[in-house]
């Protein structure tokens, strides 16, 4: 079966603009993650979807926004991006959520200049 | 917050030895996972441990927990050099609303 895709691979922003990424998960897949991993902080955790709602959301400012559709997929959103939003985003779906075990995206890596 | 931490950072051996990781947390646990990443992309998930079990298999890896260290280890027996990569231990909180917290990662690199 197919696994978790993310599209954009890579993207370059300007400070200050915004940014859409998007996730589809694995097919039946309710629970969606997202997680940012940087050299410095490590994978931290953004927010988790599951059928359309929005059950958890981690310690990042309200620029980052998620949301996801009926089918599953799911976007976040970062507006007015900073340098430090430089990141490798990574998408990961689970069955029903973390007790299942989840499977990663490839991500997308955003640079911010 | 890091909940994990991984120990040692990182780790150099040659094809055909064993490789043992280990990750200790501070609060309390549902389940422990461990996770691989090679060069920046995505994590491959291993194996999960739930806090009422004491080890587990899985091909070549075992993992084992033990809840009143608050640690975990992961061994990968008769490495490979395509093992070499990143490994992560993370940790859950329970419920199917939780995320998971991650360790900073072990680095292995196998020699062939």
Known sequence: KAGVTQTPRYLIKTRGQQVTLSCSPISGHRSVSWYQQTPGQGLQFLFEYFSETQRNKGNFPGRFSGRQFSNSRSEMNVSTLELGDSALYLCASSLYGEEYGYTFGSGTRLTVV | SQQGEEDPQALSIQEGENATMN??????????????????????????????????????????????????????????????????????????????????????????
């Open chain 2, 23 to 112: 990750c200790s947390y501070k609060t309390s646990i549902n389940n422990l996972q461990w996770y691989r990443q090679n060069s920046g992309r995505g994590l491959v998930h291993l194996i999960l441990i739930r806090s009422n079990e004491r080890e587990k298999h899985s091909g070549r890896l075992r993992v084992t927990l033990d809840t009143s260290k608050k640690s975990s280890s992961l061994l990968i027996t008769a490495s490979r050099a395509a093992d070499t990569a990143s490994y992560f231990c993370a940790t859950g909180s329970g419920g199917s609303q939780g995320n998971l917290i991650f360790g900073k990662g072990t680095k292995l690199s196998v020699k062939p």
